[in-house]
Antibody, heavy 123, light 113 residues
Framework: QITLKETGPTLVNPTQTLTLTCTFSGFSLSTSEVGVGWIRQPPGKALEWLALIYGNDNKRYSPSLKSRLTITKDTSKNQVVLTMTNMDPVDTATYFC???????????????WGQGTMVTVSS | DIVMTQTPLSLSVTPGQPASISCKSSQSLLHSDGKTYLYWYLQKPGQSPQLLIYGVSNRLSGVPDRFSGSGSGTDFTLKISRVEAEDVGVYYCMQSLQLPLFTFGPGTKVDIK
């Protein structure tokens, strides 16, 4: 059974750097066909994809946020870390991590999501 | 960048009645590999999104058969044949064909009359 859980601060000050950790189980992030992505959702608004990392360390970023994002993985700990610099109140959102598999026969979608973690940016 | 639009943005349905949501992409989602990279999610109140449909029309295991997806190119539809109370929430379409790699629609909120 695949599970993912996001952890991180609930409150950050403007201009600070946000660090979120996704701890997962039930799969190995060690091949090019498996990935973990980050998606966020401001209160009452739509979903926005942020970043994705594959088991071969291939990384993808949203072009509009690329300069502020870094995604890394620690395979030994089954964790994926997202950092976002220069946080602003508009970045207030629930941040989700999700599993993706692109092998033949897989959905290719973000098929399993964590519960999400709410991050408020305010002084 | 591919832009995803959905109509309607809100839908109120009588239980047992059908519902239909349209999703349009600004560019074709048909890849040269023959696959179309369009998905449907449901986010129930207070929950994370759950995948319903992948590849336009393939239901994820465990998804009731009252949900169906159709379409091609730039025009797609999610249909619920008979809406049940547990189907309330916000429905999102998502594409994974082009940069940004993953783009969600604005969402369609479905509630029960």
């Amino acid at each position: 059974q695949i599970t993912l859980k996001e952890t991180g601060p609930t409150l950050v000050n403007p201009t600070q750097t946000l660090t979120l950790t996704c701890t997962f189980s039930g799969f190995s992030l060690s091949t090019s066909e498996v990935g973990v992505g980050w998606i966020r959702q401001p209160p009452g608004k739509a979903l926005e994809w942020l970043a994705l990392i594959y088991g071969n360390d291939n990384k993808r970023y949203s072009p509009s946020l690329k300069s502020r994002l870094t995604i890394t993985k620690d395979t030994s700990k089954n964790q994926v870390v997202l950092t976002m610099t220069n946080m602003d109140p508009v970045d207030t959102a629930t941040y989700f991590c999700a599993h993706r598999r692109t092998a033949a026969g897989a959905t290719g979608a973000f098929d399993i999501w964590g519960q999400g973690t709410m991050v408020t940016v305010s002084s | 960048d591919i832009v995803m639009t959905q109509t309607p943005l809100s839908l109120s349905v009588t239980p047992g009645q059908p519902a239909s949501i349209s999703c349009k992409s600004s560019q074709s989602l048909l890849h040269s590999d023959g696959k179309t990279y369009l998905y449907w999610y449901l986010q129930k109140p207070g929950q994370s999104p759950q995948l319903l449909i992948y590849g336009v029309s393939n239901r994820l295991s465990g998804v009731p058969d009252r949900f169906s997806g159709s379409g091609s190119g730039t025009d797609f539809t999610l249909k619920i044949s008979r809406v049940e109370a547990e189907d309330v929430g916000v429905y999102y379409c998502m594409q994974s064909l082009q940069l940004p790699l993953f783009t969600f629609g604005p969402g369609t909120k479905v509630d029960i009359k």
